[in-house]
């Protein structure tokens, strides 16, 4: 019997873990995660944006591995607030419940709507150095409250545009046709569809 292909989804984030292995859950792969590998890297976030970071992760995952390494890296920014947090998004407080009451702190001030938009970078890197990266982007606006049960980060405080729906309301398949990092994940799978990596998991050029 062929053995499936590995791909290494490489969050520590439960959320985002989950998310990404959801939007390959109809492909022919077998996933690994880090806690699977007991990889514990301290992959520092710091880059010119997301592509750069998420490029990053996926290619220090995937020389640590050994495997085809899927990784992303997503901001949420805010017009009012000249497109902060954006690449310190994570890093706005310490969890999901302060860094929200701190994102409503800092929009007290400001007139709403509160327009603003998820911006993901999702990166395919293998171990031998290539490396390939799709972009997404989800705009909404951000409330005054927070509405919904699913989702994490900002989840309950972004209203997807078009839907009357925050992140957090959406069942995941529904949210996996409108976020970002869905959308940057199809962006990533149709550039391997015109330029494929060799050696590459192919079914991810569905």
């Known amino acids: 019997m062929t053995s499936k292909p590995r791909l290494l989804v490489a969050s520590t984030n439960p959320g985002k873990l989950r998310e990404l292995s959801s939007l390959l859950a109809g492909l022919d792969l077998e996933i690994a995660d880090l806690r699977s590998l ?79 938009r998820f911006r993901c970078a999702a990166a395919l890197a293998g171990p031998q150095g290539e490396v390939a990266v799709g972009q997404g982007t989800c705009e909404g606006e951000i409330i005054a409250e927070e509405r919904g049960q699913h989702g994490f980060g900002y989840d309950p405080l972004f209203l997807v545009a078009g839907t009357g729906m925050t992140m957090a309301e959406l069942p995941l398949p529904q949210k996996n046709l409108l976020s970002h990092r869905a959308r940057a994940v199809h962006d990533l799978m149709a550039r391997l569809a015109e330029r494929p990596l060799p050696g590459a998991p192919p079914l991810l050029l569905r």
Request: aromatic share 6%; net charge negative.
């Open 38 to 116: 007991g990889l514990a890297l301290e992959v520092p976030e710091e880059g010119p944006d997301y592509a750069s970071i998420a490029r990053f992760k996926a290619e220090t995952y995937a020389r640590a591995s050994g495997l085809w390494t899927l990784a992303d890296d997503t901001g949420l920014e805010v017009d009012a607030l000249g497109g902060a947090p954006g690449l310190r998004s994570a890093r706005l407080s310490g969890d999901d419940v302060s860094r929200r009451a701190r994102l409503l702190d800092l929009l007290a001030a400001h007139p709403r709507p509160w327009s603003a």
